[in-house]
């Protein structure tokens, strides 16, 4: 793909949506992505505080009952690659909104649904399958989610300022922890525990029917993006037996390049056949954002909660992960507007290496049990781990070209989600278990190391012509 940045600048100004347009664009992509990743990680928190009691057998020891639910929470993990192949091979054949707006609507039935579940006590080993059931259905619809949102915003956006409002959508996934852990947080405060245990952690979950409202606004008021209508024109032409040459001379290399696309090959096996060390480097430079992101906002709420760890409150850890995902967002939004101007590469390793150094720091900080310690602690691995997350969308964006670009981001990030965050607090759990608490840190040390390899290994990506088709 080239990387001419002129290539970009003379596509013609329709080929960009205006200010306004864009502020629609990006708030609604905001909004969407925050509900879904809400919906997400209420699963999280819930699988450390409360599934292990709800869904599983009474005398079951903590430990076992702890591991059994993340366990059933590294379900949705592995749904997402699906989903990203699905939601994939469709968004390069239908567009990049049609998808978006049925994996927000399959994430608010499926989020809902689990909310009105029946607990081990009355249903027995039934209900546990029913919750891995509509956990799938929530990675399913996730790995769908970050591709549509993602594009629909970089492609619709300015090139110089691509990375900026990518970070709109990469800003849904803090933002749904810091709702998810509000959410539970005004439920344990307004019930009592026994209340709360028995149906007040119902509640967040059966909000998530707001989703089907968002996904009704996706699909009347925004249009899909310009890169894709672009390519939809061009595909039309050839099939009609037209000279695919644009009319526009800006175009004209966007038009001979659309020759190379087949029409009847599935987008997901084109990108596999284009991209396979791109898609294999993507996963890898994924890695120390899944571990690092779920051993902080699952991992560590288990282990300061439980009495085997630090035997803090509750309470005391979601407002220590509530006030380090917010800070998270602006660390987000600063790397990827740096990126604009310096490039995705060097701040994405920075944040890695930042981020394996730091989690050698994060335990002792909160065995220590002081809660502003904790936040410390939490609030720059999570910021430091936003130096990689917020230039994101940009990077994967441009590393794809168009007719394939939903499939090849979608399985970079869901392979690297699968790998790096499905089994992330169980494996922690497990080390902590056996080996100590100083292998946890170890581990996410690990997975920064390739993180930085991988990314490494790709080429600078910024100023891409991604109207461009290989």
Not at 251 to 265: Q, T
């Amino acid at each position: 793909m080239s990387t001419d940045a002129t290539a970009a600048d003379s596509l013609p100004e329709a080929s960009t949506a205006s200010t306004s347009t864009m502020r629609k664009v990006a708030l609604t992509s905001l909004a969407g992505t925050s509900i879904e990743w809400y919906d997400f990680f209420l699963y999280g928190t819930a699988a450390a505080l409360v599934f292990p009691i709800v869904f599983f057998p009474s005398d079951m020891p903590v430990m076992v009952a702890l591991i059994a639910s993340f366990s059933t929470f590294a379900v949705g993990f592995i749904a997402r690659p699906l989903g990203g192949i699905i939601f994939g091979h469709f968004g390069d054949r239908l567009g990049r909104k049609k998808m978006l707006v049925v994996a927000l609507m399959m994430m608010g039935v499926g989020t809902t649904l689990i909310g009105a579940l029946p607990g081990y006590a009355t249903a027995g080993a039934a209900a546990p399958i029913m919750l891995v059931i509509l956990r799938f259905v929530q990675g399913l619809a996730i790995g769908g989610q970050w591709g549509g949102a993602m594009l629909l915003v970089t492609e619709t956006s300015p090139p110089e300022k691509r990375g900026w409002y990518g970070a709109f959508a990469q800003a849904g996934a803090p933002i749904g922890v810091i709702l998810a852990n509000l959410a539970f947080l005004v439920i344990s405060y307004a019930v009592s525990e026994e209340a709360f245990m028995s149906w007040g952690w119902r509640i967040p979950f059966l909000a998530s029917v707001v989703l089907i409202g968002i996904s009704l606004y996706v699909q009347l008021h925004l249009e899909d993006t310009p890169a894709f209508k672009e390519l939809e024109r061009l595909k039309q032409l050839k099939h009609h037996g037209e000279d695919v040459m644009a009319p526009e001379e800006a175009f004209s290399k966007v038009a001979a390049d659309s020759r190379a696309v087949n029409m009847r090959r599935s987008p997901v096996l084109e990108a596999l056949r284009l991209y396979p060390g791109r898609i294999c480097l993507a996963a890898g430079a994924f890695l120390s954002i899944q571990v690092t992101f779920y051993i902080m906002i699952a991992f560590v709420v288990a282990y300061g909660s439980s009495a085997e760890g630090v035997g803090l409150s509750r309470n005391t850890l979601l407002a220590a992960v509530l006030i380090a995902s917010v800070i998270q967002v602006p660390f987000q939004f600063w790397a990827a507007g740096y990126s604009d101007r310096h490039g995705r590469r060097g701040i994405f390793m920075l944040g890695a290496v930042l981020t394996g150094a730091w989690a050698f720091a994060l335990f002792p900080l909160v065995d220590t049990g002081n809660f502003y310690l904790i936040t410390l602690a939490l609030t720059l691995g999570l910021g430091f781990m936003g130096l990689q997350y917020g230039p994101q969308a940009a990077f994967f964006t441009e590393l794809f070209s168009t007719h394939v670009r939903y499939s090849g981001a979608s399985l970079g990030y869901q392979i690297g989600a699968i790998v790096g965050g499905a089994l992330a607090p169980t494996i922690a759990v497990l080390l902590w278990n056996q080996y100590g608490i100083i292998y946890v840190a170890l581990y996410m040390a690990v997975a920064s190391a390739l993180t930085v390899l991988s990314v490494w290994l790709l080429t600078e990506t910024r100023g891409t012509d991604i109207h461009a088709v290989e």
